[in-house]
């Protein structure tokens, strides 16, 4: 195929959730790409600010500019897992280059990424680094200097070697910075788990693993990844709801490896804590931990 001819629709769904301080900026970084062929799609999880009046304003202002546009919301907020599945069921495009409604695109962003596809035809996901901004500098440098020196040794590992890698130790895939082929992730049946309501991504490299696919890297950075205070995935004191969609992600992605492979006792006791996150604390969770007690002789 000709270069030329490989221009290929890329969709942009663009997740909100009270974003009014910061979508113009995302919907202008997504508007300012110099790749042409997109459509853009907003999808919005029942914000309480104007984030809706604001989108609907700025896509009529730069329609022209997409093959298509369309704006999603909804009466009840249903967290962010479930926000990106919908939004993903509208893509008509080939390819699919999400972005938060706080993050921002590099002006290569999706160009950068169907250059790779183009020579690498077998891909499915593609990932590369972020350039993080905002919150705390102490907490930025150190997330930033994780992922320089994580992610490229990631990326060298057998698929069992990362499966264990997300399982039993942490995350360290960026989630702002994926491509994806839709029609390939349809056929697989990849989603985000709505059991985990504020966790979609980690689940989500963990299943794509399971499915035996590889996933590519590119060592460039192309998403501008903000951390603030107030951001689900990246303020130190998480809200309730985080919390918990970690603890549900632990039952029922991490416990049984854990179990398998490392100490099974401490397996079982994070279990517990995560039941009793779940549960906050109920009678159910205290009859568990007097069982664990008494099955591993801890007085």
């Known amino acids: 195929m000709d270069d030329k001819d490989f221009f290929p629709l890329v969709s942009v769904p663009v997740i909100t959730y009270n974003s009014s301080k910061t979508i113009i900026e995302t919907l202008d970084s997504v508007n300012n790409q110099t790749y042409s062929n997109l459509e853009l799609i907003v999808s ?13 304003e700025w896509i009529e202002a730069h329609k022209e500019r997409f093959v298509r546009t369309e704006l999603l919301t909804v ?5 962010v897992s ?58 930025r440098i150190g997330q930033q200097n994780f992922y320089f020196r994580e ?9 069992e070697e990362q499966y264990d890698y997300l399982t039993l130790k942490t995350n360290c895939i960026p989630a702002p910075a994926s491509f994806y082929n839709k029609e390939k992730v349809d056929a697989l049946g990849l989603v985000n788990d709505v059991r985990i309501p504020f966790l979609e991504d980690w689940p989500k490299w963990i299943n794509l693993l399971k499915l035996g696919v590889r996933i590519h890297y590119i060592d460039k950075k192309t998403v501008r990844y903000r951390l603030s205070n107030t951001s689900l995935s990246s303020c130190r004191k998480t809200p309730e709801k985080f919390e918990r969609s970690k603890a549900l992600f632990y039952v029922y992605y991490c416990f049984e490896n854990e179990y398998k492979k490392k100490d099974k006792k401490t397996a079982v006791l994070k279990w517990l804590r995560a039941q009793k996150t779940i549960h906050n604390g109920s009678a159910a969770w205290k009859v568990l931990l007097r069982l664990y007690k008494k099955v591993f002789s801890i007085y």
Request: proline content about 2%.
């Open 75 to 79: 009466e009840k907020n249903t967290g």
């Open 151 to 159: 992610l490229k040794s990631f990326f060298d590992l057998s698929i």
């Open 44 to 56: 919005d999880d029942c914000s309480t600010d104007n984030t809706v009046d604001i989108c609907r």
């Open 82 to 139: 479930a926000n990106g599945n919908r939004a993903k069921e509208k893509c008509h495009g080939e390819w699919v280059k999400g972005v938060a409604g706080d993050d921002i695109l590099l002006p290569d962003c999706i160009e950068t990424y169907i250059e790779y596809v183009k020579e690498h035809p077998d891909a499915v996901y593609v990932f590369a680094m972020v350039e993080l901004f905002g919150g705390d500098e102490k907490l």
